[in-house]
């Protein structure tokens, strides 16, 4: 008899490894302690301050991302697919920003819908 967390005969035993491989795993370090992200291959930087945000109960502008070591504020486009900033598996600090222009134009260029082009 099969239990609760074996798999179906019809899936490969390699599939969990497949799924691993396609997710983003990030260990944040936040304000109020820590808090492991599963995020999608495709996911961006905005979506990682969404899901900070959620995790610290910071508000989605004030969201800011150290990454690296020694950490340092990102300061890529929102738009900037997390793949190319960081591996699974890493860390990366979370504290809600001061405000400032870098925290300002994270925010704006994240969540503002742009303007159509002039013709």
């Not at 490969?12 to 497949?18: D, G, I, V």
């Not at 598996?89 to 082009?117: F, I, K, L, N």
Request: positive net charge.
């Amino acid at each position: 008899s099969r239990t609760a967390t074996s798999r179906p005969a019809w899936l490969p035993a390699s599939t969990p490894r497949l799924l691993a491989a396609m997710t983003l795993r990030l260990r944040l370090r936040g304000p109020s302690g820590q808090h492991t992200a599963n995020l999608a291959m495709a996911a961006t930087l905005a979506d990682l301050c969404k899901e900070a945000a959620s995790a610290f109960s910071i508000p989605l502008g004030e969201v800011e991302v150290l990454l690296g070591f020694p950490p340092v504020l990102c300061t890529s486009a929102p738009a900037t697919p997390l793949g190319t900033l960081v591996k699974s598996g890493d860390s990366a600090t979370v504290r809600r920003g001061s405000g400032g222009p870098a925290t300002q134009a994270m925010s704006t260029a994240a969540y503002s819908t742009p303007e159509p082009a002039a013709e």
